[in-house]
């Protein structure tokens, strides 16, 4: 969507808030012997306390409110009775929707005793998403995105998943453009327009960059078992630096 005036841009605040709060907690509450369905209630219980409904839910009849992937589940891990264990890399991804505006966000957490190698993939991801941030603002090209991630990712020597992207958001959780890619293309030269809500979300992993659909038919996994991270705002283009909608 194009956020065109402050009622708009109030109720995208709003659900973004949430949202971005709902994640916070999840992350915090991450830690050892407890399932992913137990991390999942908690962010559950606040979006409805809130009045929002999970999008994932409400959109795609997603078997949870939330979507919690570990180690190299890259994305859309069902939650469920697996038991986080000490080590795991637990990505968290929340997306809600309150009065016909909806928000996405997500970010990893490594659970104690944490590698060297997780720190260094959690540090990369979500410098990239620093970096995507800073690189976006009116006028300025789609495919600034996914250079800036690309940038980081190679001084890291991280592959992007790319299969993976951020996409458009606002009066719906997948909207245009739905590939914002987190690599250089030039296909990707719509220019970016002021008050144009995205998500941001690079995906980088040791492996190859590519995923496959595990047999639940919605969990995204690494090809070869290498660990995925994930990090990510819902932002409203400005002419300078973006407003991060999912911030708290």
């Known amino acids: 969507m194009t956020v065109n005036n402050e009622k708009q841009l109030s109720k995208l605040l709003r659900i973004g808030k949430i949202c971005g709060t709902a994640l916070k907690m999840m992350q915090e509450a991450v830690r050892p012997g407890m399932t992913t369905a137990e991390l999942n209630d908690i962010g559950a219980r606040y979006l409805y306390q ?15 409110a939330t979507c919690i992937s570990i180690n190299d589940e890259a994305a859309h891990g069902i ?13 968290v991804d929340v997306s809600a929707e309150l009065d016909g505006y909806f928000a996405d966000c997500g970010g990893s957490v490594a659970v104690p005793p944490i590698s060297v190698e997780d720190k260094q993939l959690c540090d ?31 001084k890291g020597g991280y592959n992007i998943i790319r299969e993976l992207s951020g996409h458009g958001v606002g009066r719906s959780l997948h909207e245009e453009p739905r590939h914002v890619p987190n690599f250089f293309s030039k296909r990707a030269k719509q220019p970016l327009t002021e008050g144009m809500v995205l998500t941001l979300e690079p995906f980088l992993t040791r492996g190859v960059g590519k995923v496959v659909t595990a047999d639940d ?11 995925a991270c994930q990090y990510e705002h819902t932002v409203m283009i400005t002419r300078g630096k973006p407003l991060l909608v999912t911030a708290v």
């Not at 009045?51 to 959109?59: C, E």
């Not at 979500?126 to 995105?145: E, F, G, R, T």
């Not at 038919?217 to 660990?227: C, D, E, F, H, P």
Request: no cysteine.
């Open 50 to 64: 809130h009045g929002a409904r999970p999008a994932p839910i409400l959109m795609y009849n997603f078997p949870g």
């Open 217 to 227: 038919g919605w969990t995204l996994k690494t090809i070869n078992g290498s660990r």
């Open 124 to 154: 990369y991801t979500l410098a990239a998403l620093d970096a995507a941030i800073n690189a976006v603002s009116a006028n300025h090209p789609l495919y600034v995105i996914g250079q800036a991630v690309e940038s980081v990712a190679r």
């Open 79 to 91: 939650p469920g009775d697996r038991v986080i264990q000490p080590g795991d890399l637990v990505n």
